[in-house]
């Protein structure tokens, strides 16, 4: 496979830096990187799994609303990202790995390069605090 | 293909008797292929370069970026005071300005006293950005690479051998440095398995600490970007305005007996003719 973007490449190296769990996409939605905050959401290191088809991490996690009912995928951040290439931010709840549910407000935007080329999507999850 | 080196200076032309061996022009390259010539950067190196034919009509120059050191010498170049000359300027695209609103702003007063519109050469501008275009015998592909501002980085193909022009790059920007990963490597694709390159090397490693993000690469950097990319020889540039010839064989000696692989590399020198394939 080709060389990512540099803006790509760029989001990465932010990632890296960051104490909060940050996930890029590219445009399929695949999952291309995940920094070490994210590691502990995912239950897995980025240096095991490497990337991740769109189809396996997005059934990792299990998106609820405040009744504990799933949410449709279509109505998440990252996916809506994807789809329309704008920014989004959404609170909702997630089963943790322990199995208890988590708030937790998410972030996303698009990558759209230099050439105003749409690259991927990154998404940030944050602690929530009812933002 | 013969490479000369017009110049590999970084950031500022830097004359004198400490820079004698190694030069003080800035960044510029001349690349020659049956009696063909394209002209790599601006630099102050522009301005003592000739044309093989002084007939020729058709004279190319391809920029990396905008910043002076890359462009100060183009004012300076006399086919573009030469009404029969026709340049091509080939230069990074950007979405708010385009490359003649970006060019005019040196080209003008009050930084140069002639206007662009007025030289008397004919300009053709061209916007590349992760580009492949053909000049003659040339093939060339362009990328953007990790530099302040849009920059780009050349792989030219030549009829036997490839050339790779990365002057100014800091692939190592970030808190893990390089990411030896090809899909993860700004550039990966410009400089992998060329015959020479030409990269970034302005800064010894503990001057590169003080200095992350200001669009450079340590010499140990790039000498491990040359190794993981598979280059058959690599000439370090983009030499530091404050290192002097003797501080420049220091430190070259210094990575010499530092380094254990294969690599043929060694400091860029104003003057260098070097043949490909």
């Known amino acids: 496979m080709a060389t990512y973007d540099i803006e790509i490449i760029l989001n990465r190296q932010l990632a890296d830096c960051l104490s909060i769990p940050v996930f890029i996409t590219d445009t399929a939605g695949n999952l291309i990187f995940y920094n070490e905050p994210a590691e502990t959401i995912l239950g897995s290191r980025f240096g095991d799994t490497g990337e991740m088809p769109v189809e396996v991490w997005g059934t990792i996690f299990k998106p609820l609303d405040e009744k504990g009912k799933p949410l449709p995928p279509e109505g998440l951040p990252l996916v809506k990202t994807l789809k329309d290439q704008l920014p989004h931010h959404k609170v909702f709840w997630i089963e943790s790995l322990k199995g208890k549910p988590q708030k937790i407000s998410v972030t996303s935007y698009p990558i759209i390069g230099r050439m105003g080329k749409f690259l991927g999507g990154v998404a940030i999850f944050w602690e929530n605090k009812d933002i | ?277």
Not at chain 2, 75 to 99: C, M, Q, R, V
Not at chain 2, 111 to 121: G, K
Request: charged fraction near 20%; proline fraction near 6%.
């Open chain 2, 1 to 277: 293909m013969k490479v000369s080196v017009q110049g590999v200076r970084g950031s500022i032309p830097t004359s004198g008797s400490q820079t004698t061996q190694f030069g003080g022009n800035t960044s510029c390259v001349t690349l020659m292929e049956d009696g063909r010539m394209i002209i790599l950067d601006g630099g102050s190196g522009l301005q003592k370069v000739t044309l093989p034919d002084p007939e020729v009509k058709r004279v190319d120059i391809l920029l990396t970026h905008f910043h002076l050191d890359h462009i100060q010498g183009l004012g300076f170049f006399s086919p573009l005071f030469d009404p029969d000359k026709e340049i091509h300027i080939w230069g990074p695209s950007s979405i708010t300005h385009n490359l003649h609103s970006r060019l005019n702003r040196f080209l003008s007063p009050p930084l140069f006293p002639v206007l662009m519109r007025d030289l008397p050469c004919e300009i053709v501008l061209h916007d590349v950005s992760n580009s492949s275009f053909e000049i003659g015998p040339f093939t060339i592909t362009s990328q953007f690479v990790i530099h302040p501002g849009a920059t780009v980085g050349f792989r030219i193909k030549g009829k036997s051998a490839v050339f790779a022009y990365v002057p100014d790059h800091e692939p190592a920007l970030g808190p893990k440095g390089l990411i030896f990963d090809k899909k993860w490597i700004s550039g990966f694709e410009l400089m992998e398995e060329a015959d020479l390159l030409l990269h970034d090397g302005q800064f010894t490693t503990e001057q590169y600490g003080k200095k992350i993000g200001w669009g450079h690469s340590s010499m140990e950097d790039a000498i491990q970007l040359a190794e993981y990319v598979g280059v058959k020889r690599l000439l370090l540039t983009h030499h530091d305005p404050a290192h002097s010839d003797t501080k420049l064989n220091e430190i070259l000696d210094a990575l010499k007996s530092k380094h254990t692989g294969q690599l043929d590399f060694d400091l860029a020198r104003e003057g260098m003719e070097i043949e490909l394939g």
